[in-house]
């Protein structure tokens, strides 16, 4: 960690209570606590497409996945043919920047020029 001294990290810590104490915060974790004069959170996320609710079970079972997140070919598509993943359920397979609408140009005309190369095909968009 560059440049860290006198800074406390507890990176993977879990804050379940917080309270004003004296000049700073105190902040109770799930096995101790501690007193800061600041507090910088970074809390981040994890992409699980399980928890979205869409799928039927044997539905999200079919689409192979790596660590939540679908498995995509560079068409942005699934392991099940036809259903495509965009924006943050596509990280995994095309990096951070699909999280963001920067990323939604490159994504779209990939997609279309995919489903246009597969001529014939019936697709859907939702």
Request: net charge positive; glycine share 12%; aromatic share 10%.
């Amino acid at each position: 960690r560059p440049d860290f001294d006198g800074i406390r990290i507890r990176a993977g810590s879990r804050i379940v209570g917080a309270s004003v104490r004296d000049n700073g915060i105190e902040l109770r974790f799930e096995k101790d606590a501690a007193a800061f004069d600041h507090v910088l959170l970074g809390t981040g996320y994890r992409i699980d497409i399980a928890k979205l609710g869409l799928f039927a079970p044997d539905t999200l079972g079919a689409i192979a996945r790596q660590q939540g997140m679908p498995a995509l070919s560079a068409g942005f598509e699934s392991s099940i043919p036809g259903l495509h993943f965009i924006g943050a359920s596509a990280v995994g397979s095309f990096g951070p920047l699909m999280r963001f609408t920067a990323g939604t140009p490159f994504a779209s005309r990939t997609v279309a020029r995919f489903v246009r190369k597969a001529a014939g095909k019936s697709y859907a968009a939702a």
